[in-house]
C-alpha cells in the first residue's frame, strides 16, 4: 500500500526524490506520515485538500482486502 501512496505523492510533487515517509503499525491501524518540501505541501494537498481527500479515499478503497486503515497526515518538513 505505500507504493500507491508513494506513486500518487509523486505525480504532483516537484521534488520527488526529497519526499520521506514514515510508517508506524499499530494493529490493524497503519500511519503514514508524508514529509514533503514547504513548496510542495499546496500542489500535494490540492485546492481546499480535494487531492488529499481523493488519495485518502483511494488508499481507503485499496486497503479493504487487507483489513488495515491506513491514516495519512501530509506534513512539511519543518513541522517535526
Known amino acids: ?10 505525480q504532483f510533487a516537484e521534488n520527488a526524490d526529497e519526499v520521506e515517509y514514515k510508517v508506524v503499525e499499530n494493529g490493524n491501524n497503519v500511519d503514514v506520515t508524508v514529509l514533503l518540501k514547504e513548496s510542495d505541501m499546496g500542489k500535494v494537498i490540492g485546492r481546499q485538500g480535494k487531492i488529499a481527500k ?15 486503515r491506513y491514516n495519512i497526515e501530509i506534513k512539511g518538513k519543518d513541522e517535526e
Do not use: E, Q
Not at 500500500?1 to 509523486?10: E, G, S
Open 1 to 10: 500500500m505505500l507504493d500507491l501512496i508513494k506513486y500518487i505523492v509523486n
Open 54 to 68: 481523493s488519495l485518502r479515499t483511494i488508499v481507503s478503497a485499496a486497503s479493504k482486502k487487507s483489513g488495515k
